[in-house]
């Protein structure tokens, strides 16, 4: 089992930065995909960003050049730098992480494992 804590999410004006932290307990993240998530008010759960265990990384289109998706093998943790952040960011950012093949990983099917979430407010 992988637990999945995020942290790091806030109330930011337009144009600010955050940065979300995915901390890993129970087992290693090194070996799996992590990617990012968001959801807004609403039933669909978008996806933002993810991190191949070789460090390959892809985005969604509207996050290109503004959000970094990056990991720390040693304290087990994979980050999202959020830059020049729109209030249409605005939502609850949750990270997962799976084991198994496949690359990109942008379902939410795809991932096993699954943070709570971490609120991302950005304010016009």
């Known amino acids: 089992q992988v637990q999945l804590v995020e942290s790091g999410g806030g109330l930011v004006q337009a144009d600010g930065s955050l940065r979300l932290s995915c901390a890993a307990s129970g087992r290693t993240l090194s070996s799996y995909t992590v990617g990012w998530f968001r959801q807004a008010p609403g039933p669909e759960r978008e996806f933002v960003a993810a991190i191949r265990w070789n460090g390959d990384t892809y985005y969604t289109d509207s996050v290109k050049g503004r959000f970094t998706i990056s990991r720390d093998n040693a304290k087990n943790t994979v980050y999202l730098q959020m830059n020049s952040l729109k209030p249409e960011d605005t939502a609850v950012y949750a990270c997962?992480?799976?084991?198994?093949?496949?690359?990109?990983?942008?379902?939410?099917?795809?991932?096993?494992?699954w943070g709570q979430g971490t609120q991302v407010t950005v304010s016009s």
């Open positions: 997962a992480a799976d084991r198994r093949g496949g690359w990109p990983k942008t379902q939410r099917y795809g991932y096993d494992y």
